[in-house]
């Protein structure tokens, strides 16, 4: 039971561009979203996450956007550069749950072209 | 000044051996976390751990026993080595869970586990 869910396992735009990566997630609990980066050989690292009390969070190039509604939430990278190239994870959270536990989707891989 | 480091890195075993990964954080949190990346790089938590105390444990083999010496170590042994065992394992941390910022968990390289 996938309660996460990226369903584009790759995605390939072009240096300048703009990057859209999906996720969607079954479980109305959810209230705390997240997005990770993660490079070969190396640990996910920690990019921007976004509380169910929201709707947009921005930090520099990186804006993730969360539609409650939906289920859905997106990160937006603009303008994208080479060095963004990596495996993106959207992961949940339910606070109720007192415990911190992320569940995350399968990822991404993003690819930005020079 | 490696915020949550690993050892070690790699691992390569034969079924039914016993062996250990360890963890180490230095960024004063308190809660620790032991992720399985299977084969299909699904990140799935395994065990964490708060102040030394044991807070999630899914459905793990018992085979599997996290310990915490200290709120900055979580050390993972597993028993009896399979081969369905083979995976990347992932250590965590973060705040106090309830604190601001909390959800944000920091993740160590990983140990490559293989077992033949």
């Known amino acids: 039971d996938q309660q996460v869910k990226q369903n584009s396992p790759s995605l390939s735009v072009q240096e300048g561009r703009i990057s859209i990566l999906n996720c969607d997630y079954t479980?109305?609990?959810?209230?705390?979203f997240l997005w990770y980066k993660k490079y070969p050989a190396e640990g996910p690292t920690f990019l921007i996450s976004i509380s169910s009390i929201k709707d947009k969070n921005e930090d520099g190039r990186f804006t993730v956007f969360l539609n409650k509604s939906a289920k859905h939430l997106s990160l937006h990278i603009v303008p994208s550069q080479p060095g963004d190239s990596a495996v993106y994870f959207c992961?949940?959270?339910?606070?109720?749950?007192?415990?911190?536990?992320?569940?995350f989707g399968q990822g991404t891989t993003l690819q930005v072209k020079p | 000044d490696t915020a949550v480091s690993q050892t070690p890195k790699y691992l390569v075993t034969q079924m039914g051996n016993d062996k250990s990964i360890k963890c180490e954080q230095n960024?004063?949190?308190?809660?620790m976390y032991w992720y399985k990346q299977d084969s299909k790089k699904f990140l799935k938590i395994m065990f964490s751990?708060?102040?030394?105390?044991?807070?999630i444990n899914e459905t793990v083999p018992n085979r599997f026993s996290p310990k915490s010496p200290d709120k900055a170590h979580l050390n993972l042994h597993i028993n009896s080595l399979e081969l369905g065992d083979s995976a990347v394992y992932f250590c965590?941390?973060?705040?106090?869970?309830?604190?601001?910022?909390?959800?944000?968990?920091?993740f160590g390289p990983g140990t490559r586990l293989t077992v033949t």
């Open positions: 960024l004063g949190h308190d809660t």
């Open positions: 992961a949940a959270s339910a606070s109720r749950s007192n415990t911190g536990k992320l569940i």
């Open positions: 751990y708060n102040n030394k105390e044991l807070i």
């Open positions: 965590a941390s973060s705040l106090t869970i309830g604190t601001s910022g909390a959800y944000e968990q920091y």
């Open positions: 479980n109305s609990m959810f209230d705390y």
